[in-house]
């Protein structure tokens, strides 16, 4: 199953993964900070995510292929071609260069703190979706 790994202390990542959580018709999508074990665990295979600064949709080593990681815009329009439906409508911006998608990203990622009223808070998901969330 896929993972979005997130900054759990930024509002604006919460308001996103509670947006995710509301619009998720499949209910597979699972959940981590990237300060939690798992995200942490993540990181350390992968050291060239040290100086990203992104979400991170992460899918596991299945049947021969290696695990998968998409950072920055890539991420941002897999995890809207996972929600199908109007929000595959966003999959238009992949066909714009990805580095004017991923500068687009880092503009909004840099100022995500600012963007939620309340600065840093930490996403508390409701009971029925605690399973999806990995520590």
Do not use: N
């Not at 699972?30 to 300060?35: E, K, S, T, V």
């Not at 109007?86 to 880092?106: C, I, S």
């Amino acid at each position: 199953m896929p993972v979005l790994l997130y900054d759990g202390t930024c509002g604006f990542c919460a308001e996103s993964v509670q947006l995710v959580l509301r619009h998720d018709r499949h209910g597979t999508l699972q959940f981590a900070g990237l300060d939690s074990t798992f995200g942490r665990a993540i990181l350390a295979r992968h050291p060239e995510l040290a100086l990203v600064d992104s979400v991170v949709w992460y899918e596991p080593a299945h049947g021969g292929a290696s695990e998968r990681l998409l950072t920055r815009s890539a991420a941002a329009l897999r995890v809207a071609r996972y929600l199908g439906g109007a929000w595959r409508l966003a999959t238009v911006a992949g066909l714009m260069p990805r580095f004017f998608r991923d500068l687009l990203y880092d503009l909004v990622a840099h100022h995500r703190h600012q963007l939620v009223r309340g600065g840093q808070q930490c996403l508390v998901p409701s009971p029925d979706q605690r399973a999806r969330f990995l520590t």
